[in-house]
Each structure stands twice: as structure tokens, then as C-alpha cells.
């Protein structure tokens, strides 16, 4: 692991003493190398050990833990990173509620993956019910199953069953972002996979994320990134 020991331990401690987030790292393999209390709690299992070198799927159950295994395998494969990812957790303990999820890789020297490092903090908003989680959650399913098509503030709004507004209100709350500028932010960073990732134009990419010519991709994908499309992608393939 890129994490030197003594450090490893040191956050290891520091994460203990914060029940409402959930910590671990996990090796190439996707298992557990290092967690903290609230996971062990959350689990249902009394201590650490029982977690070390198992797989999600291991102790949260085969639906859950397969679904986090998915997002471990797409940040290991292309070094993906999952920022503030919004999900239902429904833990072995019976404890069930949304979290952000973040997940980035570990990387030596040579910018190889060689591990994950991750959380999951607990929402607890007085405005934000588990009732308006779950709209929100499909109003965002929606949006980026349906990049291609450019999806509206409007339509998300509809799918949540609340006003433009009051998804705004929310998305602020949970995000940091109105809903258009997470709109953007999720084009821009699933045109930044493909660039790297596929073969397609510069064109077929700006379609895939829902830009109806080059040039209004370019302009946004520049105004986010300091890069062109095409610099941005020689960049990252060298």
C-alpha cells in the first residue's frame, strides 16, 4: 500500500472516533485491509479482525456488498474516483439510511492502483427525509442513464415529484451544487472517462453526454478543465 503504516494507523484512530462515517481501505483484490468502528458496528460482527481480507459481499450480504464490489472494481480497473456518490446502505445490523460515498484509488509511484481508500458519511439533515433521499436518488438515476438525451432541471424535478426549486434546495444540502451544475459536472466527468477511456470522436462523446454540436462541447469541457477535449485526452493517454 501506497499509505506507510504508522500513518495507516494514525487515520485508522482518527476515523474511530467518527460513528457517523464509515472508513476503509481494501487492496487489489477488494478486500478489507483497514476499517474502523462504525463498519465493524454496521456489519454486525464485534471486531476488526472479522472484516480483515473479506469482500463486501462477505459480510454485507450478496446484493449490497456485490454493488459495492462493481464500484470497487470500476476505481481499480481505470482509477476511477467515486466523489460524493449518493446510496441507500441496509447493513447487516438492521441499520438502514443514505450516505455520500467517496472512493479514490491508491497509487504508487508509478501511478499504478494499488489499493482504495474510501468513506461513507451518514446524512442526517433535518431537511432531508429518507422520502426526498429516494426521489432525489431516482432524479439522478434518471439524469445520468440519460446523459445522451441532455436531461432538463425540469424533468429530474418531475421524477422527484417536487419544484424545481425544492430540488435545488436539496441537491445544494447534499451536493454543495444546484442541479444544473451537477448536471454539468456529471457530463464533463463522464466525457473525461470516455476520452480516456474509448475510441469514439471527439463528436460521438460530445453526443454521448448530451451535446448536440463539437463546439458547445468543447467550449464547456475547456471552461470546466482548462483543457480542449483533444488536449485533455493526450494528456491523460501519455
Not at 48 to 73: A, C, F, M, T
Not at 186 to 212: H, M
Request: hydrophobic letters at 35%; aromatic letters at 8%; charged letters at 25%.
Amino acid at each position: 500500500m501506497a499509505l506507510a503504516f504508522n500513518q495507516t494507523t494514525v487515520v485508522e484512530q482518527l476515523f474511530d472516533q467518527l460513528p457517523d462515517i464509515v472508513f476503509f481501505i481494501k487492496n487489489l483484490e477488494g478486500k478489507y485491509q483497514v476499517v474502523n468502528q462504525s463498519l465493524v458496528k454496521r456489519c454486525g460482527l464485534k471486531s476488526k479482525s472479522e472484516l480483515i481480507n473479506h469482500l463486501p459481499s462477505d459480510v454485507l450480504g450478496k446484493e449490497l456488498g456485490r454493488r459495492y464490489e462493481e464500484q470497487d472494481k470500476a476505481v481499480i480497473t481505470h482509477n476511477e474516483t467515486i466523489t460524493r456518490h449518493l446510496e441507500l446502505h441496509n447493513y447487516q445490523s438492521q441499520e438502514v439510511g443514505w450516505c455520500l460515498t467517496t472512493k479514490l484509488p491508491i497509487l504508487n509511484e508509478k501511478k499504478e492502483c494499488v489499493g482504495i481508500i474510501g468513506v461513507s458519511q451518514d446524512l442526517k439533515w433535518p431537511d432531508l427525509t429518507d422520502r426526498s433521499l429516494d426521489a432525489i436518488s431516482s432524479a439522478l438515476i434518471f439524469a445520468e442513464e440519460n446523459l445522451a438525451q441532455s436531461p432538463s432541471i425540469t424533468q429530474m424535478a418531475d421524477i422527484a415529484k417536487m419544484s424545481p426549486y425544492q430540488l435545488d434546495r436539496r441537491m445544494k444540502l447534499v451536493f454543495g451544487l444546484t442541479t444544473g451544475k451537477w448536471l454539468l459536472k456529471t457530463k464533463i466527468t463522464k466525457a473525461s472517462q470516455l476520452l480516456i477511456e474509448s475510441n469514439q470522436s471527439i463528436l460521438d462523446i460530445a453526443f454521448a453526454v448530451g451535446y448536440n454540436d463539437q463546439s458547445a462541447f468543447t467550449r464547456q469541457f475547456r471552461k470546466a478543465t482548462g483543457l480542449t477535449p483533444t488536449e485533455f485526452q493526450k494528456r491523460n493517454r501519455n
